[in-house]
């Protein structure tokens, strides 16, 4: 099946730091990526949507400022969280879509990335 | 709003038993609807899904769920299970229009005991 790689699996950074995570589609196509964020016993919750070479749409609540997506190829989005606080701690993981046929229906999900910000 | 309703943390089932990992759902029309397992220290993997057809879908692993309209449930069914089925299930659904992303249930942790 098709394979979404994402990195790094788990990051600890200091507060007031930047942490880039990368997520990649390795055998497809991406129009679409997604981001989401899972605080410990919740479940996955939406950040933002990217499509590839246009601006992401973030969800409610979401600082599009502190969270950056760049998704400027159909292989490859990134977040950076920048100047991450404890807060900001959590598991976030990437999903993506070749964006044929049925919507969505085809979703590929990266392993996740543990962060840490002491 | 669409939402996923997992209304059970943890499931224990002993090996060789049937099981079953309930979900519940909201969503404005038809819906489209998911599980995924998630093993330890690896990503989330697909099982099975809900489009249209047979109320029954058959997925990876042996595992089945049955879509029940006047319920709104999509119920996670295995006949026998085994210990290397322990793992994290998560079920999602969408609604049909456009390119909407997944609404995810918090997960049920399944345990098979030996």
């Known amino acids: 099946g098709a394979v979404v790689s994402q990195h790094p699996s788990r990051v600890i950074c200091k507060s007031g730091t930047s942490v880039k995570i990368e997520c990649r589609s390795l055998d497809f196509q991406a129009t679409t990526m997604f981001w989401y964020r899972q605080f410990p016993k919740q479940s996955l919750m939406l950040m933002a949507t990217s499509n590839e070479g246009s601006k992401a749409t973030y969800e409610q609540g979401v600082e599009k400022d502190k969270f950056l997506i760049n998704h400027a190829s159909l292989t490859l989005s990134t977040l950076t969280v920048t100047s991450a606080h404890p807060e900001d701690s959590s598991f976030y993981i990437c999903?993506?879509?070749?964006?044929?046929?049925?919507?969505?229906?085809?979703?590929?999900f990266g392993s996740g990335t543990q962060l840490s910000v002491l | 709003a669409q939402s996923v309703a997992q209304p059970e943390d943890q499931v224990n089932v002993a090996e060789g038993n049937p099981l079953t990992v309930k979900c519940t759902y909201s969503v404005s029309g038809n819906p489209y609807l998911f599980w995924y397992v998630q093993y330890p220290n690896r990503g989330l993997q697909f099982l099975l899904k809900y489009i249209t057809g047979d109320n029954l879908v058959k997925g990876s692993y042996g595992f089945e769920a049955e879509f029940n309209k006047s319920q709104t449930s999509f119920h996670l069914k295995k006949p026998s299970a085994l210990v290397s089925d322990s793992a994290l299930y998560i079920c999602?659904?969408?609604?049909?229009?456009?390119?909407?992303?997944?609404?995810f249930g918090k997960g049920t942790r399944l345990s098979v005991i030996a």
């Open positions: 999602a659904v969408r609604g049909w229009s456009g390119n909407t992303p997944l609404v």
């Open positions: 999903s993506a879509t070749p964006g044929t046929g049925v919507p969505n229906e085809k979703l590929f």
